[in-house]
């Protein structure tokens, strides 16, 4: 099945992407509308769609830059939905009072209606929606239940009219999300062979193994992957801190986005920028070092040629 066909989308390049600088973060301080401009401006003329997380602040901003500036984006706009039941088996918490799932869900709620309001109000910036993120996997701090994302895409297709769907990990669509795949419009893998301890000269054929895996199981529903990339620093956490460098970041960008144009797969790399504010306050957790650009805006090596005018 031919993804662009099947979605109505032109081919082109694709990131994900989050406008956080350094003190700045999700809950806090928020970049300007003159940062995340400056931004959009920098990724403008080699990335056609943008991909981004939560309907707060940071997205009021990017879609108000996009309009007023006139820039030629295409948003994948996602809902953050939060934990609705407790998941004692993730690693860095995902245990809550049932006052506070009672107000996630509440709070979920509110992120799906605000989701719906902004497809509306920018629908030709707005190409798809999607439910949630990372929030069926095992290990996730934030877990929903399927049926719940299978309600909150009802909702979301009753009240916008772009493409929906939900992003995630490849593994849950295996099987877990099976009565998922029948609601959404596309699915949307993530696939990461680093935390997976795959070396580089495993990875990109790994890549392509956990993106057939859900294509050919559901033939019928075109298959989009939305994170996919290649950390460049580790503090050993989940990452040997050997298997991470700029230099394996460009060798698995350049596998990764050849293989995605030749055959048509729409790929949101992970990730524009380095994020400081993700993690522990240990600098070189990995979480924090996915950027193809330092959190400063420099051109790691793989946009060294690209971005020599910032160098």
Same mark, same amino acid.
């Given at each position: ?19 956080? =600088? ?62 609705? @039941? ?23 709620? @509110? ?5 719906? =309001? ?27 239940? @399927? ?16 493409? @929906? ?25 993530? $696939? ?33 992957? $939305? ?9 050993? =956490? ?55 650009? $330092? ?17």
């Amino acid at each position: 099945m031919n993804y662009i066909k099947e979605l109505d989308i032109e081919p082109g390049k694709a990131i994900c992407y989050s406008g956080f =600088r350094e003190g700045q973060k999700p809950g806090g301080s928020y970049p300007s509308y003159e940062e995340i401009k400056e931004d959009l401006l920098m990724l403008q003329n080699h990335w056609k769609y943008i991909r981004l997380y939560d309907c707060d602040q940071h997205s009021d901003i990017v879609l108000e830059v996009i309009e007023k500036e006139k820039l030629n984006f295409k948003v994948m706009l996602g809902a953050y939905i939060v934990a609705e @039941v407790n998941n004692f088996g993730c690693p860095w918490g995902g245990s809550y009072s049932e006052e506070q799932l009672i107000e996630n869900k509440k709070m979920n709620l @509110v992120q799906i209606q605000k989701l719906i =309001r902004l497809a509306n109000q920018y629908p030709d910036i707005i190409f798809s929606l999607s439910a949630g993120n990372e929030a069926c996997v095992d290990w996730t701090d934030h877990y929903v239940p @399927v049926q719940s994302v299978i309600d909150y895409v009802k909702i979301i297709k009753k009240g916008a009219k772009q493409p @929906v769907t939900f992003c995630e990990n490849y593994v849950p669509w295996i099987d877990k999300l099976k009565d998922l795949v029948e609601e959404v419009d596309f699915i949307s893998i993530h $696939t990461y062979p680093v935390w997976e301890y795959k070396k580089i000269h495993e990875a990109l054929e790994y890549t392509k193994s956990n993106y057939h895996t859900i294509a050919d199981r559901y033939p019928n529903k075109p298959v989009v992957i $939305t994170e996919a990339g290649w950390a460049t620093n580790s503090n050993g =956490r989940g990452i040997c801190p050997s298997n991470v460098s700029e230099e394996l970041q460009e060798i698995y960008y350049n596998d990764l986005v050849n293989w995605c144009l030749e055959e048509n797969i729409l790929t949101f790399v992970f990730e524009a920028f380095d994020e400081p504010w993700k993690g522990s306050a240990e600098p070189l957790e990995p979480e924090k070092h996915w950027g193809l650009f $330092t959190v400063d805006r420099k051109p790691k090596l793989v946009m060294r040629k690209l971005f020599s005018n910032l160098l």
